[in-house]
C-alpha cells in the first residue's frame, strides 16, 4: 500500500487505533510506519504530529512514540466531559427547525437496528458515530464542536471497544438512541439532552470495571 500524503496516512492510522488493530501504549517508530505503508518519511512524521494532535499518540523525547494509553482513569475523564457536551449537542439539534435534515436520523436508525440484527459490532459503530455528526452538524455549535473533537477520538476508542465486547450496551445504545432521534426529530431539546446523557452516562457506569479489567486502571 502506498499512502502519500500526510492527512491520508493520519487517517488510516486513526482508524487501525480506533478499531484496535494498532493496539493501547504500542510502540510506533517512523521507520515501521514507513515500510509499512510504502511511504517516506516525512508525511510518517506529519501524520504522527497529526494523530499527536488528536490524542491517540504520545510522543516523549528519548522514549518516542506510542498509541496512547487507555486506562479506567481515562475512560472516566473523557466520559464525563462528554455527558454534559453531548446533551447539550443533542438539544441544541433538537432545536434546528431543519425539518429534512432531521429525517436522515430515521434512516440511520433502520440502518443501526438492521446492524444489531446481524450482531455487527462494527457497523452499528459505524453508523452509530454518523448519528453523532450529524448531531454535532444541525447543533451548528462551533465551539462545542470543538470542545468534543478534542474528546471524540479518544472515546471512539472506547466505544467501539464496549460494542464490540458487550452485546447488551450495543442493545442499550440502540433503544435509548431511537429515543433520541425521536425527541430531536420532534423538536424536544429537554428531552433529547437528558435521554443522551442517561446513554452516556450509563455506559459509562456499565463499562467501568471492564475497561479496568482490560486495560488497568491508569
Known sequence: MSVAIPENLAEILEEEIIFGRLKSNERLTEEMVAERYGVSRSPVREALRLLERDGLVVREARRGIWVSPMSQRDFDEVYQCRIELEGLVAKQAAENPDVAAKEEFRVLLKELKEARSRDDARQFFIVDVKGS????????????????????????????????????????????TARIYDAIIAGDGEAAKAMTEKLIHEIWQNMRDGIRAAFGDG
Open 133 to 176: 455528526f450529524l448531531t454535532y452538524s444541525l447543533a451548528g455549535n462551533r465551539t462545542l464542536t470543538r470542545l468534543l473533537a478534542g474528546l471524540e477520538k479518544q472515546a471512539l476508542r472506547y466505544r467501539y471497544h464496549a460494542y464490540q465486547q458487550r452485546p447488551e450496551i450495543v442493545q442499550l445504545s440502540l433503544d435509548d
